[in-house]
C-alpha cells in the first residue's frame, strides 16, 4: 500500500507509523501489528491506529523512521505487513512455562536490542522469566547473549579485577575509594557504574560531581591501561544494551527479577574483561531482607561465574542503614575524598571499601591478607595520589579539595526531640527526603547524618541536616522528613492511635 | 512546573505528554511516570521522554490531552508528578501469585476503564492472572467489575435468553437464525455480538452486509422490546469496556487466559440482562481441542453463571470443520437468508441453529422437546419472517433476497487432484485463504467449500470456490491455497520428504 508521508514532529523513541483505521482494516492490521516501511531505505516499525487528524491515505511518520527511510513530508511510503518475530513464540513458550534453548535466548535478545519487540511482548518476557523463572543453563545463554549483542572490551596485558553492589543501600560511596586502592596496587579495574533509578546518587553520579563519567568503551580501555582504573558510566556505552531495555519494563513494576539480575550484573562485568569479581550483597534491604536470602543470590552469583569462567566472590555485608554518613552526589563525592585526603572518616565506609579491595587482592594471589594489605595503600596515601590521577585521565581537576566541592546552600537541620538512642536509620525514608531535596538531579542536594543507628542522643542535638539548592525543594523534603521521620530516637512515639473509650 | 505547549497533531489512543529529559530530571521523571497535567481543564497523563525536538521548557502534548485539558499551542500549562495508582500495587500482588480481594479487582478494573494503567502495568495483570490463574471468587468479582463499569441494560418485562460462541470455527453464522428463531417464539434476545480479529467473519460482520449493527445500548433495548431480537457490534457500544482494553494486549501474545476469557463472556451477557444463557463450546479448534477441554470449560461457565445468578447450559459442539459450506461476510448472510428462505441447506448449519435455539426454549420450561420445537417454527417460515423484521428495525431492507446479496465477482476454483474422500477441512487453512482473499474488511471476499469431510469427490470436481472483490487480494488467496491445502482428499501425498538409500 502506497501512502502519503505526515512526519510526526517529536521522537518517541521506537520505531511508529500511524495510520487510518481504513487503511489498516485494508491490510488486515491491528494495533502493534509490523510493518516493512519502504521510502528510499527501509526499516520496520509498529503500527499505531490514528483515533483522527490522519486521514485515509495518509501515514503519520515519527521522526526516528522519517530520518531511517529518508522520508519527507507529503513524498509516497510504501507498507507492507510483516510477520511478528520469531522471538514472540518463544516468549509464549515462556509464558506457558518452557525451558528457552540457547538459539530462542540469543533470538530474543537480539530482538530486544534491535528493538523488534512491543512493548507488550518485551513486558511478557520479563513477566515470564520473572514468574516462572529461568533455570541456570537459561541464565547462562542470556548473560553471553547480552554480551554478545553489544560493545566489549579485551586488555592485552593485565589482570583485570572489578566489583559490584547490589543496590538498595545509600551512601554506598565505597567504588570511588575502592578503584583507586585497587589500581595503587597494579591491577586493571574499568570500572563502569550505573545513575541512580530510585536512589539518591548512583557512583556515576557521584564520581560525576569531579570528572567526566561519559566516557566511551575507547576511553575506558585507554585510561585504564593508562592509570589502571576508572569510574565511567555504563550508560555511555553500548556494553549490555539489553539490560537498559529490560530495565524499562521493571521499573514501573518495582520487580527485580533474579535470572535478569544475575544477567545483568555479570554481563556487565564479562563485557568489560574482568576475570575476577567481588559482589557486595548488602543484607538488610527490600532486596536481600536476610542472610538467608542474601547467601541464596551469593550462590547463584558464584555459580554463574564458573559456567562464565569467571571467578566470583560474594561479600555479605551491613546494609540495615547508610554507609558512611553522606547521602547525594556532592555530598557523597565530599565524603570519599575527604575520607581520603584525611586517611580517617566513617568505619562502615572504609571498612567496606578497603574489605572489598582486599578480597580482591586476595583472589587475584596478591596476598593472604588482603584488609591489611588495602589500608596500607590507603594510609601510605597512595589511594588519594591514584583517585586523582583518576580524576584526571577523566578530565577532572586532579587537585580538587574536599572542601571545595560545592553543596546545596539551602539547608535544615532536624533535632533530636528527646534525649535517648537512634534506634532506626530507615534507608527508604533517607533516601526519599534526599530525593524531594533534589538528588540526584540537584548534585549538592542530599542529607547529611549526625547520629547513626546506636548514637547516643540529648534532646535539641542535631539528627541530620538536608541540604538543596532550591529553597521549595527543600521546603518540600522538610515536610517529608517531618512526616516519615527517617531517624528514630528510642524513646518517641511512634505513631499515635486514637483512644478507645468503653461505652 | 510550568512548561510551554507543543501541539503534536495525532491522537495516540492515550494520554501522553512529551518531555524533554532535562525538564523530566527535574521532576525526577521517568519514561511512563505519571503527571497532572493543568491548563483550562486538568487530566493525568503519562510521560513520555522526548529523544529530540522537545526543546528545554517545552511539553509535547498529544491530541487527546490538548482536547481534554483545552491547551492550545504556545501556550502555559503546569504539570505535578503523581504517584501510581493503588492498583499498581495490587497486580504486584497477583504477579507474587497472591489472591485478590473484592476491592482489589475492583480498583483495577476500575483503572483499566479510565485508562490510569499504563501498557506495562496493563500486561503485567493480564500476564500474571494468565500464569497463576484467577480462583473462582476473583473470576466472579472480576466478572462484576466488568459489568458496573459499564453501561447495563434492565427490560421490565419479559425473558431474556443469549447465546455465545467461543470462537475459532470458520462459518460460524448460527445467530443469524438462532436469534430469529427465539424470538418469534416470544423471547427476548438483545445479543451483542463481535467483529473478527483473527477470524474472516465475526457475527457482527456478517449481520453488517444486511443492516446497520452500530446501535447503541438504547437501540438495542428499544428494537429488542419491538421485535424480540437484535444482531448488533458489541463494540458499539459502552458494555464491558474493560474487555477491550484486556483483548489489546491478549491479542499480540495470541494468549486467551481462561479467566478473562470466563469474565468477558459472562460480563457482556450479564449486562445485557440475560437471564437464560446458552454457551457454545465448539470442540476440536486449538481452543478446545478435546471433549474434556470442553467439559472442563463447560463446568467453569456453570459454576460462574451460578455465582452470578444467571441460568448457564453449555453446547459442546463440533468444531473439527467449518459451520455449514460459506466462509466470508457476505457469502455466510448469503448461506443464512438462503437457509431461511429455503427451509433447507447444510446440516451442520441447522442442526447446530436449531439445538442451540433449542436448549433455550427448554431452559425457560417452554417445552421438553426444543429441537422439534425449533425445528417447527423454522419450517414454519416465522425464522424468517421475524429476520426480515430484525433487519428492518436495524435499517436494513426487509425484503432482501439471498441472491442480491453481492459477492465477490472475482473468483477461482480449487480442483480434486485425484478421486478419494475429503479427509481434512483445515479451520486455520480456510480462515487465512478467506483472509488472503480479503476478509472480513472486502465484505464480498471468502471461501465457499463445495465438498466438506467424508464426501467423495473424482478427480477435477471442484473443491471449493475462493472469492474476492480485488484481483490481487484474490491471487494471493490462490497462492496460499495452493502452497496450504485447506481441503484433503485422501490418497493425496500430504508431504514429500527425500527419500533415503542405503550408503
Not at 569510574?231 to 524499562?248: L, V
Request: aromatic share 4%; hydrophobic share 40%.
Amino acid at each position: 500500500m502506497i501512502l502519503k508521508a505526515k512526519i510526526i514532529p517529536i521522537r518517541i523513541g521506537k520505531d511508529a507509523v500511524i495510520m487510518n483505521q481504513a487503511d489498516a482494516d485494508e491490510l488486515g492490521l491491528l494495533e502493534g501489528d509490523r510493518v516493512r516501511v519502504i521510502a528510499k531505505k527501509s526499516t520496520i516499525a509498529t503500527v499505531q491506529i490514528a483515533m483522527g487528524l490522519i486521514e485515509k491515505g495518509e501515514l503519520g511518520v515519527c521522526h526516528e523512521v522519517a530520518e531511517e527511510c529518508e522520508i519527507e513530508e507529503g513524498s509516497e511510503v510504501k507498507i507492507v505487513p510483516v510477520p511478528k518475530p520469531r522471538s514472540v513464540e518463544y516468549i509464549r513458550k515462556k509464558l506457558d512455562g518452557g525451558k528457552l534453548t540457547k538459539d530462542e535466548i540469543y533470538t530474543i535478545v537480539k530482538d530486544i536490542v534491535s528493538n523488534a519487540l512491543t512493548e507488550v511482548e518485551l513486558t511478557a518476557f520479563v513477566l515470564s522469566s520473572y514468574i516462572h523463572g529461568l533455570d541456570f543453563d537459561e541464565i547462562e545463554w542470556l548473560t553471553r547473549a547480552m554480551i554478545e549483542t553489544g560493545e566489549t572490551l579485551t586488555f592485552e596485558e593485565g589482570i583485570v579485577v572489578d566489583k559490584h553492589s547490589i543496590g538498595g543501600v545509600p551512601g554506598n560511596k565505597i567504588s570511588l575509594i575502592i578503584v583507586p586502592t585497587v589500581a595503587a596496587a597494579g591491577l586493571l579495574i574499568p570500572k563502569t557504574a550505573s545513575r541512580a533509578i530510585t536512589s539518591a546518587s548512583g557512583t556515576a553520579d557521584t564520581m560525576e560531581v569531579l570528572a567526566n563519567v561519559n566516557l566511551s568503551v575507547e576511553e575506558i580501555k585507554e585510561i585504564t591501561e593508562r592509570v589502571g582504573g576508572v569510574i565511567a558510566w555504563g550508560g555511555a556505552t553500548n556494553i549490555a544494551p539489553a539490560d537498559d531495555r529490560i530495565i524499562r519494563v521493571e521499573y514501573p513494576l518495582a520487580i527485580d527479577p533474579r535470572p535478569q539480575l544475575l544477567a545483568s550484573v555479570m554481563a556487565k562485568k564479562g563485557a568489560i574483561g574482568a576475570k575476577n569479581i567481588v559482589i557486595d550483597i548488602p543484607v538488610g534491604s527490600p532486596k536481600v531482607p536476610n542472610i538467608e536470602t542474601g547467601r541464596k543470590l551469593a550462590n547463584d552469583f558464584v555459580e554463574l561465574g564458573r559456567r562464565l569462567g569467571l571467578n566470583v566472590t560474594c561479600a555479605l555485608t551491613y546494609g540495615g542503614q547508610p554507609v558512611g554518613r553522606a547521602i547525594g552526589p556532592a555530598l557523597e563525592a565530599w565524603e570519599a575524598l575527604k575520607t581520603m585526603e584525611e586517611k580517617r572518616g566513617a568505619r562502615s565506609l572504609i571498612e567496606k571499601a578497603l574489605g572489598i579491595a582486599g578480597i580482591l587482592f586476595e583472589m587475584t594471589g596478591m596476598t593472604t591478607n588482603g584488609y591489611a594489605y588495602a589500608e596500607e595503600i590507603f594510609k601510605s596515601g597512595k589511594t588519594l595520589e591514584k583517585f586523582r590521577q583518576i580524576v584526571e585521565a577523566q578530565g577532572g581537576d586532579p587537585n580538587v579539595k574536599s572542601d571545595e566541592i560545592p553543596i546545596g546552600d539551602k539547608t535544615y537541620d532536624i533535632l533530636a526531640p528527646i534525649d535517648g538512642a537512634v534506634a532506626v536509620v530507615n534507608n527508604q525514608r533517607i533516601v526519599k527526603v534526599a530525593r524531594a531535596a533534589g538528588a540526584p538531579k540537584d548534585k549538592g542536594a542530599g542529607v547529611l547524618l549526625h547520629k547513626k543507628g546506636g548514637q547516643h542522643v540529648k534532646a535539641g542535638e542535631k539528627l541530620f541536616t538536608i541540604y538543596a539548592e532550591k529553597e521549595w525543594k527543600l521546603d518540600k523534603a522538610i515536610e517529608i522528613a517531618m512526616r516519615e521521620p527517617p531517624v528514630i530516637v528510642s524513646g518517641m512515639i511512634l505513631e499515635k492511635y486514637p483512644s478507645y473509650r468503653l461505652v
